[in-house]
């Protein structure tokens, strides 16, 4: 029988599932360009194991990934999940040219495959970190140890692990740690507590380092959001935050997500605290002191107000509404208001994402 937080953290850790669903479908769309074939690795990997994962079975596994994956996903969702990791992409791109040598730290970074194609494109300029709940690093190593072209891109030699069961899976060693790569096992609630050793020993604290929170920070207490953000404030000399979430902005709209989430057992604890673009800022600059905070939202990135403010090129913007037309313009416009870009930077700022089309 799960505890209540047992079962709310089965929850959050679903979410990666969920995002994974959306990825996968859009990529099967034709969104990404060039094709993630790591996704699929991912899926192998949640196919093999979620049934051994705490408060799954077989059953309730197989029903989870066929609710989640048997049928395509609205073009709403497609566009949005398109925009999010376009955008995402663009200011890491952005990040990694600045400096010479760099590292990237993915809070919750689950079953994503940012690192796989940073690594494969930037090699030893970039020291990648992910972290995560230590099932979901289970998950991404299992990923990892079955494919050739994973283990080439992390940096290790061809290996064998085996799981066949509920015991190999919780006996199963998390974590993975190569020159260029880390996968790291923790609760970032813990991180104060538990967090300096497993962390920092792997970083190397005169290097840059962009520490991404993707749909992360927001299911947890805005006392963990400022002990989280706070510590990689206080820890890193140079350290730029990238945040991107839903945000409230107190209205009806708002309100229905919350509500919906709440339906599901997930609680969005930031929004009523930072419901909008300027109680975010004020968050980042305020409260925990960094140097530059840059914003925007998902509607001005991809063209839905009358402020010129997209990061598209235009060819990409046809290239994208060919794929799947979306007649509902007010609706995905709505929608895509409610999510927020945020940047926030202390030590040497790299310019070139700075003069990106931020709203401020």
Partial sequence: MLSIREKKDKLIRATDLDALSCRHCANQKGYFVPTDTHIQDMLDSYEQNLPFCH??????????????????????????????????????????????????????GGSDTRAFRVLEEHGSRVKYMEIDFAE??????????????????????LQSLTVKDKQSFIDMEPELH?????????????????????????LNDDLPTLVISECVLCYLTPEDNEKIVGFWRKKLTNVAILMYEPMGLGDTFGLTM?????????DLYTFQKYPDLRSRESFFKNVLNFQVVKATDLAEIGGY?????????????T???????IDEVEEISLLLRHYCLIYAQSGDIAAQILSLKWLF
Wanted: include cysteine; hydrophobic fraction near 40%; charge should be neutral.
């Fill in 319 to 325: 290239r994208v509404n060919r794929i799947e037309m």
């Fill in 136 to 157: 979901l690093v289970k998950i991404k190593k299992w990923a990892i140890m079955h494919s050739p072209v994973l283990l080439k891109i992390v940096g290790l030699e």
């Fill in 55 to 108: 408060g799954y079975t077989a059953l309730s596994a197989g029903r989870a990934l066929r609710s989640l994956f048997n049928d395509p996903k609205y073009p709403l969702i497609n566009r949005g999940t398109y925009f999010r990791t376009k955008l995402i992409n663009t200011v890491v791109e952005r990040f990694i040219s600045s400096y010479e040598k760099c590292q990237i730290v993915s809070l919750g």
């Fill in 258 to 266: 919350e509500q919906n989430l709440i339906n599901r057992g997930i």
């Fill in 305 to 317: 107000t009358s402020n010129d403010l997209s990061w598209l090129l235009s060819d990409e913007v």
């Fill in 178 to 202: 190569t020159p260029n790569y880390d996968l790291v096992a923790l609760d970032l609630r813990e991180i104060d507590d538990s967090g300096d050793e497993a962390i920092l020993a792997h």
